[in-house]
């Protein structure tokens, strides 16, 4: 690991990486190939990014901190000084693999960008607070599933790999974190995303109500569907939304 002076700074969350078989568990679940590209968001000091860099075809780094953008850059390694929520990662060629100590400050809108491209990217591999990877994987009709779970799993398959402990970091975090792979899954929401979003978030704005209540659908819209409308939304799964997202938009067009 490379020793570093640099002063963590609170409004950008920062938490470095210092535990060396951390990072060697994260490559050897991310497995960097010769013909791989490869975009690390927030890499901080670096202890994942070189790493990451011998082993794959090409690798480039968004990161806020410009001290630390420009250290990285010395290094040889393309550096955009962006914030994550406002890069167009459109812009990157399909297949990209996408990484990252996340930010638990702005962890689930960036996870929501970058749901909005999930077809072209390859895969994600994300340190994330524990609880918000419990979340993501979170099976319905369970007390962790929600929103989250829902607009994440009608993209992703996830899979959350292991925990990994405050100590690993610099300074430590007051939670544990967890390391969670998210593959596009085949089928897009494509035109459906819009209002499949807008169902999801009227249904979880509600979600101590039935979805008569939650939802405002016609009887006949349940009964076609072949859904309760005496369930909560937390019953649900992800296809049921994605089912009811459609419905809607046949009836609107």
């Known amino acids: 690991m490379h020793a570093s002076s640099h002063r963590p700074r609170k409004r950008f969350g920062q938490h470095f990486l210092r535990d060396p078989g951390v990072v060697r568990r994260i490559v050897e679940a991310i497995a960097p190939a010769a013909d791989d590209f490869i975009v690390e968001i927030g890499p901080g000091e670096g202890v994942l990014t070189r790493p990451l860099a011998e082993r794959a075809g090409r690798l480039e780094a968004i990161e806020i901190d410009r001290d630390l953008a420009a250290a990285l850059a010395a290094e040889g390694i393309r550096v955009y000084v962006a914030d994550a929520l406002d890069f167009d990662f459109s812009q990157l060629p399909p297949g990209a693999r996408i990484v990252g100590n996340l930010p638990y400050n702005i962890s689930t809108p960036l996870l929501f960008h970058l749901a909005r491209g999930a077809e072209r990217l390859r895969d994600l591999h994300f340190m994330l607070q524990r609880e918000v990877v419990e979340r993501m994987v979170a099976r319905p009709s369970t007390p962790a599933y929600g929103r989250l779970s829902v607009m994440l799993q009608a993209r992703f398959r996830m899979q959350k790999l292991f ?36 169902v999801v978030r009227r249904a979880f704005s509600a979600r101590r109500k039935t979805l008569r209540n939650a939802l405002g659908l016609a009887p006949e819209d349940f009964a076609a569907l072949g859904i309760d409308p005496g369930l909560r939304p937390e019953n649900l799964s992800p296809a049921d939304y994605v089912r009811i997202a459609r419905r809607t938009i046949s009836q609107s067009g």
């Open 163 to 198: 925990r990994v402990a405050a100590g690993a970091f610099r300074p430590p975090p007051r939670v544990e974190s967890a390391v969670v792979r998210l593959v596009p899954l085949a089928e897009s929401l494509d035109r459906d995303a819009a209002r499949f979003a807008e």
